[in-house]
């Protein structure tokens, strides 16, 4: 028996509330795949209506972005790379993505936000380096309002700074971030560390010492591999393999912090989340490989997760 047709448009507008762009056209797919097949009447209408949404949707989302520094969010999560010019923000891009980059030995290589995707244990995360935030950049200097607009939408920051680099340089950036009244989580990362002589990271700690901090070099992959780690912690998600008939898949699911099995379920599918009697798990949250757990068992990070219907 589905839904009563006008039970069905409030549900879809409640759906897409505060939604835009690329997740607005996603909601709208999943609702048409909901929606019963009628050829006619008020089924019939509904789906007309969610068509022209997408279109809607479209035109507006161009309209948006043109001629704007706004950076669309893809991935799990979206992490700022902030700090002085010329630290090797877009080199540690290059290092940990696909995406080909302008790096050059001076300050201001890039003048615009760049965004890439990177692949922690299987899920997609957004960088995105922040250039040339100066002294002023709270009052627009430099551009400073519109480059604070990005970082302030996203998750959580890394602040870089160069291992031979001036501690001052740095606490003039983070000073136009509190100044513009941007909080988030973050860790430092000291960078091109190949080029630090022995003190280096010990100053920096020393300057810094509100935020864990990470030595990283594009010549080195183990500090690339330790990086990722700290970005993946950095956002807090938790990984989750989910496995059916004895089998696990391959690419993890990310989920918010706090997540319970019901969210996992959720991801397989609105109804399971509804009905699904309990769960198997494997892994950090489980006292024991394949433990029995209820409905509101908390899972972690690394863990395999079974739903039993
Ligand atoms: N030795 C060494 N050099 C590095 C490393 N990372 C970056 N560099 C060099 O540092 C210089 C600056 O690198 P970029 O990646 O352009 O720095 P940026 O922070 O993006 O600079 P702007 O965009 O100008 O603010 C380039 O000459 C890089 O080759 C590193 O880990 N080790
Ligand atoms: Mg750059």
């Known amino acids: ?91 540690l891009l290059q290092a940990l993505s696909e995406i080909q980059i302008k790096t050059g030995d001076y300050p201001f290589t890039t003048l615009r936000p760049v965004p890439a995707l990177t692949r922690i244990g299987g899920v997609l995360v957004q960088l995105v380096e922040i250039p040339g935030l100066i002294e002023g950049a709270s009052e627009d200097r430099g551009g400073g309002r519109a480059l604070l607009g990005v970082l302030r939408s996203a998750d959580a920051i890394v602040y870089c700074i160069r291992a031979s680099g001036d501690p001052e340089e740095l606490r003039a950036v983070r000073a136009e971030v509190e100044l513009a009244g941007i909080d988030k989580p973050a860790f430092l990362a000291v960078t091109r560390a190949d080029e630090a002589d022995g003190d280096a990271f010990e100053r920096l700690r020393r300057a810094f010492p509100d935020l864990d901090v990470l030595a990283v070099s594009i010549l080195d992959d183990a500090s690339l591999e330790a990086f990722r780690a700290a970005v993946w912690r ?76």
């Open 1 to 91: 028996m589905p839904m009563p047709h006008r039970t069905f448009a409030q549900v879809a507008k409640r759906r897409l509330i505060g939604k835009e762009g690329k997740d607005r056209i996603r909601e709208v797919r999943a609702l048409l795949s909901e929606l019963p097949d009628y050829r006619n009447g008020p089924y019939a209408d509904l789906r007309k209506s969610l068509l022209a949404e997408i279109e809607d949707t479209r035109v507006r989302s161009n309209a948006v972005h043109r001629d704007s520094i706004a950076v669309r969010r893809e991935g799990a999560a979206q992490i700022a790379l902030v700090g002085p010019p010329n630290v090797g923000k877009s080199s």
């Open 234 to 309: 950095l956002t807090g998600l938790i990984r989750v393999h989910l496995r059916s008939n004895g089998v696990t898949e391959a690419e993890p699911i990310a989920l918010p912090p706090g997540s319970t099995v019901v969210e996992v379920a959720d991801t397989v599918h609105h109804d399971l989340a509804a009905t699904f009697a309990g769960a198997r798990v494997w892994g950090p949250s489980a006292r024991f490989e394949g433990q029995r757990v209820g409905r509101d068992h908390g899972v972690a990070d690394g863990d395999t997760v079974e739903i039993l219907p």
